[in-house]
Structure formats: structure tokens, C-alpha cells
């Protein structure tokens, strides 16, 4: 089934916001397979974060990525109005199958 | 740089098939898997399966039997067809490059089935 995230978070412009995802040990917990997404509406996905925590050339530093357990996270620090979007996280199965979360709607205040 | 190009968009009736294509560009074709991942109207993003660059193909549960990937290395172009249409399947269809994490992504095809 899906990964968890929450539907929708804000923030004002300059402030930090987290973005979790959580699975279980199939998945999130079992892998460093773990990637995030944003997708502006109407737009496709272009990736953010890799491997947990890689960043591609070419993405903000304000964009970064952990994982603790079962549940990976995704901060962006330095909020700007740009940044809203739809975020989605992604990982890598024990059935090796690729699983998506649910999507979190990023509004900036 | 890379481009990934797909077909335009359908409108398929109810038990037909449809086949988009992703036409890929700015590297060496043969050195990556393609993964094809649809979104619903309104919906989040779903894992449809994918595609190694040997050929080897991995289909998610929901789409076996119905879905089959393809490589064109000639023309450098990736292809889904699913059959057996029905109205759930109306969605927006993407390419994405490699099998884990996904770096470049396709324009999206729609794919509308009404009868």
C-alpha cells in the first residue's frame, strides 16, 4: 500500500517545513532507496532528493533529505513562494517493486 | 541534454487498448531502464512498473496481464500498451528514466476511456 504523508503543510516565506513519509521495514525502513518528488500543477515530477538524502545537481541546498526508522523526511529550509507544489516520496520495496506516498500539498503562506 | 517525448494524448472506449510511446534523446538509449508511473484525475502518482535495459520487464500486481513494456532500440523508444480498458484507467501516462529513482520524466500523455 501507499507510503503516508500528510495531505497538506505551509509555511511563510523564509521558514523551514518537513514533509514525512513513513513505511514500514519493507520498504522505507529496509532500503536507502528512498527519493522525493515535486510536481507543480499540471507539471510532471522532477526529482529533489535520491538515496535519502543525495541531492541532483542543479536542486536548491535548501532541499534535504533524511531518514529515521521507517519514516523518511524531506526539509526544505528558506521557504519561497516557488516551492508550492505537490511533494510525493518513493521507495524501493522488498517485493522489488517501487511504492509512492500519497502526495503532500505545499502551500507558502 | 536528455529529453523524453511522448505521444499525444487518447481517447479510448471501454475494452480497448492503448499504446504510448517515449521517444528518448540526449544519451547513449542503452545504458537505462525506463519506469512508467500513471496519476489519476485529482490523484497522487502510482508505480505502474518498469523496464531494464536488457529488456527484463517488472510489473506492479495491480497491471499483470494487462500491461506490457517494450524497448525499440533502433529508435530509441520506450513503449506501454495496457489492454482492457475501463474508465479507471483514465489518467495521465509518464515515462520516467531508470528503475529506482527516477532523473528525467516525460511530458505525460492522457489517456481518456469513455464509452
Known amino acids: 500500500s501507499a507510503l503516508t504523508q500528510p495531505a497538506s503543510v505551509s509555511g511563510s516565506p523564509g521558514q523551514s517545513i518537513t514533509i514525512s513519509c513513513t513505511g514500514t521495514s519493507s520498504d522505507v525502513g529496509g532500503y536507502h532507496y528512498v527519493s522525493w518528488y515535486q510536481q507543480p500543477p499540471g507539471k510532471a515530477p522532477k526529482r529533489m532528493i535520491y538515496?535519502?538524502?543525495k541531492r541532483p545537481s542543479g536542486v536548491s541546498n535548501r532541499f534535504s533529505g533524511s531518514k529515521s526508522g521507517n519514516t523518511a523526511s524531506l526539509t526544505i529550509s528558506g521557504l519561497q513562494a516557488e516551492d508550492e507544489a505537490e511533494y510525493y516520496c518513493c521507495s524501493y520495496t522488498s517485493r522489488t517493486t517501487l511504492v509512492f506516498g500519497g502526495g503532500t500539498k505545499l502551500t507558502v503562506l | 541534454q536528455v529529453h523524453l517525448v511522448q505521444s499525444g494524448a487518447e481517447v479510448k472506449k471501454p475494452g480497448a487498448s492503448v499504446k504510448v510511446s517515449c521517444k528518448a534523446s540526449g544519451y547513449n538509449f542503452s545504458t537505462y531502464g525506463f519506469t512508467w508511473v500513471r496519476q489519476g484525475p485529482g490523484q497522487g502518482l502510482e508505480w505502474m512498473g518498469w523496464?531494464?535495459?536488457?529488456?527484463?520487464?517488472n510489473y506492479a500486481q495491480e497491471f499483470q496481464g494487462r500491461v506490457t513494456m517494450t524497448l525499440d532500440t533502433s529508435t530509441s523508444t520506450v513503449y506501454m500498451e495496457l489492454e482492457n480498458l475501463t474508465s479507471d484507467d483514465t489518467a495521465i501516462y509518464y515515462c520516467?528514466?531508470?528503475?529506482?529513482?527516477?532523473?528525467?520524466w516525460g511530458q505525460g500523455t492522457l489517456v481518456s476511456v469513455s464509452s
Open positions: 520516467a528514466r531508470d528503475l529506482v529513482d527516477f532523473d528525467y
Open positions: 538515496d535519502v538524502n
Open positions: 523496464i531494464a535495459k536488457s529488456g527484463n520487464t
